[in-house]
């Protein structure tokens, strides 16, 4: 079944959205701690993992997009760090870059929603304030990656 078929809605789309969202997180920490190469983490989580009710799409394009950009993601929230990016946890590591990734690449994908999945997956897979964390310092990235999108909204809200 596509994404665009009548039988999935808004509920489901959304929905396959966060799954491929949290399959890329541990795809990533897979990546970041094992060092396995790009093209046999993402064939082992499509075998080793119920895809049918996530974005295949969307999954690939975050593991092989983090990946490929992960020093420029890193670069874009380094000045918002309060220690050194050695000394963040591998997935909160992991969770900033799929934030800062939706945030520069995925221009289609709302500020706001980009940063509230990344504290979401941060709510899940992390340590228990890390999402506060993510979500401090996603926001003053999207103050800079999205500032036309943040001042329309603040425009058109009054």
Known sequence: MSDTTPRTGKKNLTEMRRNARS???????????AGQSVTEIDAQFRVDNDMSNTDTQLFSELLRGVIGSSRDLDEAFRPFLDRPLDDLDPVELSVLRIGAY?????????????????????????????????NGILDKLAQRARADEIRARRNNNG
Not at 126 to 131: I, N, R
Request: a positive charge; aromatic letters at 12%; zero cysteines.
């Open 102 to 134: 939706e945030l520069k690449h995925r221009l289609q994908v709302p500020y706001r929603v980009a940063i509230n999945e990344s504290v979401e997956l941060a709510k899940i897979f992390g340590a228990t304030e890390s999402h506060k964390y993510i």
């Open 23 to 33: 399959l890329a997180l541990q795809a990533l920490y897979q990546w970041s701690v």
